[in-house]
């Protein structure tokens, strides 16, 4: 078979199963990934420095002759070869050699060696340079180019990555394969993507290295442009894709709707009002909504939820929620059932702890046809279940989105299609699919939600409702536990209710546990008159339950809890918030933790009990927190802080790292990449050959898009 770019790295020579191994963990695995694979830094070997100019520390090449070799004797062995040129000496020193090696460095012979420069006891020295040895003169330098220098991993040396990168770069010039797209205001002059390839892994010697090696050079931006442009075409062609199904309609009954918010106690805030408005649209349209809303924790998603999930039930269709703890999931079933009981509709829950007789009863009001039928289904990701099918599902929401991939939510998604009664030919025209919501009071920063969101509308609750004070929030060591102590009876007293987190993230849970028990434990011993709860990941899901309803209800004063409880919990009479260890979590997580108080109308705090020392970049991150509560100013500096990879994990997403590009560095390219994606795919037909060779060449799992 010929060799192909897009076959496996095996079909080089010298790659067999060990350094495909190696290759593997660097996410290597066809030809093509390894050019993608970029140089950290180079080496200039071209040029011959005068011993004379040498300075400490530099790497270079010298070319002398050599005056004498000395060997030293004794259990290590020590060579030192002195060389010269126009009467400057510079020793090499080595300390493993053959002995074939030794008796080659004879005086009078010229030497040409590379290596890095220090400062020695006789002069500067070299520690193993390479080198070579010549008759006089030696032949002409043949490194006309940079020396690139691969990052990697063990059981690949440089010299395996030189080999490699040479045979690939070999196979691109003969696969043909190399035309290059860019948009109108393209970076560099490189007319194929082999020369943006070469010069990157061979530049010459003038090339400027530096940014090359800061990977802002105009071929680095080239091919981080052409990678984000072939992630944002999958991204649309997925969308493109969803509009193939038919969606059924749905009817809002206002006189329903009105008659919902007023039995809420409260009016929806404006921008509630408009996010609603947003998917009332989406729900009059004949093809299935995908739509995200992003709102800051205690923005009021749920009720918006709600309120869709409302008008799917009254035109006749059930709704699915799924939630990503169990937790999470009964809170929801608790809002639900009280919303909803008064307009009888049924609800009910299924999460993986619950029994069979619970779950055959679900299943069996799922699939009824009449009006008996389960309306809505709230679960974990228990209703992922195959057995679990739905008899009309219309709205699928999903929560705290962040959770789930993609894939999970596409899952969820077939639960609903269903071959429409009217329409006899096959194919996916003939099949209507739900709407889906999904939310996150995970928000990301406007440049990323472009390539991780592509796929879907976004909505965004920027507004909290009326009356809420702002979470006060304070920096403090841990050594002042007494002051907090107190201040935590003091509330108490008052009949409010305390979160203490811990934080501490061990090697494994178990520690984790044992530690927040041991908080729990301290606290009851300082604090006798109060009640003390305790979560964590150790408990089974009743027990868990159980001590959350204990202190919802008020029977605990303090609940101590590992980041188990980090999303969605709800309630209002918590006003105080300790967070031991926080230097140890992400920006958005202490965010979203904090957004556990501040729900109801009394001032809430949030202390933040640090360990000294602080990292430089630990005292940023906790200032940010003191300094904000706007999650989305928040995610902001996250990524500035941290960098996009840990903000978006794949899972968040369903995007995968990139190979090139790198969303802190090439950001400012995001706008130009979605316009011109946008306008191929205005003409994705003509343009189909383009975007199926950008998709192969960049994006591996293909297949995973085409789908979707
Ligand atoms: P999140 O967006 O974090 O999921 P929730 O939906 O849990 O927030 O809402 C937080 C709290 O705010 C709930 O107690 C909810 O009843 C209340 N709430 C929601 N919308 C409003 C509003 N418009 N006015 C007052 N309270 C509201
Ligand atoms: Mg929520």
Not at 262 to 269: M, S, V
Not at 359 to 371: E, H, I, P, S, Y
Not at 410 to 436: C, W
């Amino acid at each position: 078979m010929a060799l192909s770019l897009y076959g496996p790295v095996t079909q080089l020579t010298g790659v067999g199963p060990k350094l495909q191994a190696s290759l593997k963990k660097l996410k290597i695995h066809r030809v093509i990934d390894i050019l993608f694979h970029l140089p950290m830094r180079y080496q200039n070997k071209a040029v011959i420095t005068p011993i004379a100019d040498l300075k400490a520390e530099q790497e270079a090449v010298v070319e002398g002759i050599i005056r004498h070799a000395h060997l030293r004797a004794g259990r290590q062995k020590v060579l030192t070869v002195t060389l010269d040129d126009n009467f400057t000496a510079l020793n090499l020193v080595f300390f493993h050699f053959s002995d074939a090696q030794a008796k080659a460095f004879t005086s009078g012979k010229k030497i040409r060696a590379f290596g890095q420069i220090k400062p020695g006891l006789h002069g500067w020295q070299m520690m193993h340079p390479e080198y070579e040895l010549g008759p006089t003169p030696l032949a002409a330098n043949t490194h006309a180019t940079l020396t690139a220098i691969y990052p990697s991993t063990a059981g690949i040396t440089q010299k395996q990555w030189h080999d490699l990168q040479t045979q690939a770069l070999d196979l691109l010039k003969l696969s043909g394969d190399t035309q290059r797209f860019t948009d109108a205001d393209k970076r560099s002059n490189a007319e194929t993507l082999l020369d943006t390839l070469h010069f990157i892994h061979q530049p010459d010697i003038q090339a400027d290295v530096i940014s090359l090696q800061q990977r802002q050079h105009p071929f680095i931006e080239d091919l981080a442009f052409e990678e984000l442009l072939a992630h944002q075409l999958s991204l649309l062609h997925l969308r493109h894709h969803k509009q193939i199904y038919k969606a059924a309609p749905l009817q809002i009954d206002l006189q329903q709707q009105q008659q919902f918010i007023q039995q809420l106690g409260f009016e929806l805030t404006q921008a509630q009002q408009r996010v609603l408005d947003e998917i009332f649209s989406d729900f009059k349209k004949p093809q299935p909504m995908l739509r995200l809303i992003q709102g800051d924790v205690g923005s009021g998603k749920t009720v918006v939820a709600a309120l869709a999930a409302l008008a799917a039930i009254s035109s006749g269709f059930q709704v699915a929620i799924l939630a990503p703890t169990e937790i999470l999931a009964e809170q929801h079933l608790l809002s639900f059932q009280q919303w909803f009981k008064p307009l009888n509709i049924s609800v009910d829950w299924l999460v993986s702890r619950h029994k069979k007789q619970h779950k055959d009863a679900v299943l069996n009001q799922l699939k009824q046809r009449n009006k008996d039928s389960l309306k809505l289904l709230i679960g974990t990701h228990a209703i992922f279940q195959d057995d679990v099918a739905f008899n009309k599902l219309g709205l699928v929401i999903i929560d705290e989105q962040h959770r789930f991939g993609v894939h999970q939510r596409l899952a969820l998604r077939d639960k609903g299609l269903h071959i429409d009664d009217n329409i006899h030919n096959t194919g996916p025209l003939s099949y209507t699919a739900p709407h889906q919501l999904v939310m996150t009071a995970t928000p990301i920063p406007r440049t990323l939600a472009m390539c991780a969101y592509a796929d879907l509308d976004c909505s965004v609750i920027d507004e909290l409702p009326a009356g809420r004070k702002t979470i006060q929030t304070v920096v403090m060591e841990q050594h002042r536990r007494a002051e907090v102590v107190e201040r935590i009876l003091t509330l108490c007293q008052q009949g409010q209710q305390v979160y203490w987190v811990n934080t501490l993230i061990h090697e494994s849970e178990n520690m984790d546990c044992q530690s927040a028990a041991e908080t729990a434990a301290f606290l009851q011993q300082a604090l006798p008159q109060l009640n003390i709860g305790l979560v964590h990941g150790q408990l089974n899901s009743e027990q868990k339950t159980a001590t959350m309803q204990a202190f919802s209800s008020g029977k605990l004063d303090v609940l101590v809890a590992t980041t188990v409880i980090e999303v969605g919990v709800n309630i209002p009479n918590a006003t105080l918030m300790v967070i031991e260890n926080p230097e140890r979590l992400g920006l958005a997580q202490l965010h979203q933790l904090r957004g556990r108080v501040g729900r109801g109308h009394q001032q809430s705090f949030c202390l933040l009990l640090y360990q000294k020392p602080l990292t430089d970049n630990g005292k940023a991150r906790l200032k940010v927190l003191r300094e904000s509560s706007d999650g989305f100013v928040i995610a902001e500096k996250d990524l500035q802080l941290r960098g996009p990879g840990e903000l978006l994990g794949s899972q968040q997403s369903g995007i995968t790292r990139f190979k090139v590009a790198d969303l802190q560095l090439h950001g400012h390219l995001l706008e130009a990449v979605d316009k011109t994606a946008h306008a191929l795919m205005q003409d994705s037909q003509k343009n189909q050959v383009l975007i199926e060779m950008l998709s192969q060449r960049w994006i591996e799992a293909a297949d995973d898009y085409v789908q979707a």
